[in-house]
């Protein structure tokens, strides 16, 4: 598995804005596709956003236009850049890797609006 860190969440007000990034272990660009996921209490875990080693991206409907997904390549990570923040976006929010098949998550950082 791929080592990933993420940091980068808090509380904020609703209209307010986050950037969480994950740091990995190995060069992204040999990662078939990175991902944010996010799982508010009692829910499952949804995806919010994945880029490829390509660098294609796609967002979840909920969330476009809103969030980015962007990386740095020489840095090894991932950021997730949150705008136009809305209470219904309060989650863990966790890094998701996946490497030649296999699956790799980060630890999680709480993200908090308030409305």
């Known amino acids: 598995q791929v080592q990933l860190v993420e940091s980068g969440g808090g509380l904020v007000q609703a209209g307010g804005s986050l950037r969480l990034s994950c740091a990995a272990s190995e060069r992204i660009l040999s990662f078939n596709s990175m991902a944010w996921y996010r799982q508010a209490p009692g829910k499952q875990r949804d995806l919010v956003a994945v880029i490829t080693s390509g660098g294609s991206t796609n967002y979840a409907d909920s969330v476009k236009g809103r969030f980015t997904i962007s990386r740095d390549n020489a840095k090894n990570t991932v950021y997730l850049q949150m705008n136009s923040l809305k209470p219904e976006d309060t989650a863990v929010y966790y890094c998701?890797?996946?490497?030649?098949?296999?699956?790799?998550w980060g630890q999680g950082t709480q993200v908090t609006v308030s409305s």
């Open positions: 998701y890797a996946s490497l030649r098949g296999v699956v790799s």
